[in-house]
């Protein structure tokens, strides 16, 4: 499934209007908003269609998934928006991630848990707010013009004495080039779960931390908490490949798909935005024209064109003022 | 004081994970109208207590207490079953308030009040006494809650 849907639910008592972008979408917040009602008035049209009494407005089927037989409702689903309840005790597993990679489907979970097992993306989580009768969705977690989150936002940040990614291939090779030359000590954390240890470990330190947002949605909560009690500011980009492709350095990278990546990327194909990217990049420096730019995919180095100062400062001009 | 298991239970007899099953199946009448129960409820559902089988929802009108969110569902079995541990993230941290009430009532008691947390619960800006069961140790505020639980979330 590609594009933003919108999606109305509404009986006599309650009216939901949200737009869902991308594969996977997360509701949390306050108790007493609404959530239950709106995966409860799911379910029974799930069960009864029109005859619930629910009336649902989406150019796709939305079905609620249930506890009991879930694997194999989930089996004759394609092409739908498949919403799940906290209460189903499957949520954490890596069955339902690998039940869900290359389905066609969307899915919202109504949840507080961090779901490690997914990489849903930090701009995917929301609240739910409430006028009446009316209840929409709002995002839950905000970031400045240079994609800084929680604290530190619009504000002059000092410089950070290191700077910590996730990426250990292709983008730590780069940042570790970049900041070193200024004199900042450059680590990685070796994935995402690894940023939220290694900040752990460096307690009063003053970190730049830089992680793809496409997937760090599980691991937002807890990194901003321990960043708002500590010196640490949180850069969350797209991915590394998202900010090359954004930095006018590679010919051919399409506007279009940078600026609505939702209508592009194929939620069977690609299990998190940051896949895409990083394959729409291989695939684009593999064209004569971005040969000095080759991007490989194993990410075990990067070409010397992205470490040149001038064109090593657009990448960074895009996270950094 | 409050006792707080961060993260997943495992199998545990005594742990509930789906809160809002079990308090429609096992809630007693006399919950409802206690005074702390018609708090709880009016704080977090906007909604008032008429009777133990009765409550005007400013959404849905009169309804059974079965149609109360999963918050304030988990909220009343904390303060009236002490013989399970709950899962507390079906409560926002609008309910957190009330978690550290209901802890301090039963503390009167001498008795202690044990949840099960899967997310960091903000409890606010103001300190505390909270019980880390994963490490045994007690945390005073949010800072230090943080800290010490993070890892198991």
């Known amino acids: 499934m590609t594009g933003n849907h919108h999606v109305e639910v509404r009986n006599r008592d309650a009216v939901f209007k949200f737009d869902l972008i991308r594969n996977i979408t997360i509701v949390r917040g306050d108790s007493g908003t609404g959530k239950t ?17 629910v009336n649902i407005r989406c150019d796709k089927q939305c079905v ?37 990679e290359g389905t066609d489907n969307y899915y919202v979970i109504f949840c507080r848990d961090s779901l490690h097992e997914l990489p849903y993306s930090v701009e995917e989580i929301y609240e739910i707010k409430t006028s009446g009768k009316n209840h929409s969705f709002k995002k839950m977690y905000g970031h400045d013009t240079s994609f800084v989150y929680g604290k530190g936002r619009s504000s002059a940040r000092p410089k950070p004495d290191a700077v910590l990614t996730e990426d250990s291939g292709s983008g730590y090779q780069f940042y570790k080039h970049y900041f070193e030359s200024r004199d900042i000590e450059c ?5 995402n779960s690894g940023v939220f ?5 460096n307690k009063g330190r003053r970190v730049f931390i830089i992680a793809d947002g496409a997937a760090f949605g599980s691991e937002i909560d807890r990194v901003l908490k321990i960043a708002s009690s500590s010196d ?17 350095l ?7 798909i940078l600026d609505d990546p939702s209508s592009y990327i194929d939620s069977k194909d690609h299990f998190s935005w940051e896949r895409y990217f990083t394959q729409y990049l291989v695939e684009l420096t593999d064209r004569p024209e971005n040969a000095p730019f080759k991007y490989y995919s ?24 | 004081m409050l006792h ?11 742990a509930i994970f789906n809160t809002s099953v079990y308090f429609n199946n096992t809630y007693k009448d006399g919950w409802i109208t206690k005074p702390l129960s018609k708090e709880i409820i009016k704080a977090v559902d906007k909604s008032e207590v008429i009777d133990e089988r009765t409550i005007m929802s400013p959404v849905f009108g009169n309804m059974s207490p079965k149609k109360l969110s999963g918050g304030v569902k988990t909220l009343l079995l904390i303060d009236n079953d002490s013989s399970k541990i709950f899962n507390a993230s079906t409560c926002g941290d609008n309910c957190a308030e009330w978690i550290l009430r209901i802890a301090e009532n039963k503390a009167a008691q001498k008795k202690k009040v044990v949840i099960n947390l899967r997310h960091l619960m903000d409890f606010g800006k103001g300190e505390f006494r909270i019980y880390i069961e994963n490490t045994n140790r007690i945390v005073k505020n949010m800072d230090e809650l943080v800290w010490e639980a993070a890892e198991f979330v």
């Open chain 1, 37 to 53: 009602t709106l995966y409860e008035m799911i379910s029974d049209h799930t069960r009864l269609k029109d005859q619930s009494g």
């Open chain 1, 250 to 256: 590679i010919k051919g990278a399409s506007e279009k």
């Open chain 1, 187 to 191: 680590f990685t954390s070796g994935g």
């Open chain 1, 197 to 201: 240890r290694w900040v752990m470990e």
């Open chain 2, 4 to 14: 707080i298991f961060f993260g997943d239970m495992g199998d545990r007899p005594d």
């Open chain 1, 64 to 100: 609620a998934l249930t506890d009991t037989d879930w694997r194999n409702q989930l089996g004759n689903t394609s092409d739908s928006i498949v919403f799940i309840d906290e209460g189903a005790a499957f949520l954490k597993t890596k069955d339902l991630a690998s039940s869900i």
């Open chain 1, 232 to 248: 640490m500011t949180l850069c969350l980009p797209e991915s590394f490949e998202w900010l090359i492709l954004r930095s006018g």
């Open chain 1, 298 to 321: 194993d990410k075990g180095r990067i070409a010397e064109a992205y470490l040149i100062d001038i064109n090593a400062g657009k990448i960074i001009s895009i996270i950094i003022d």
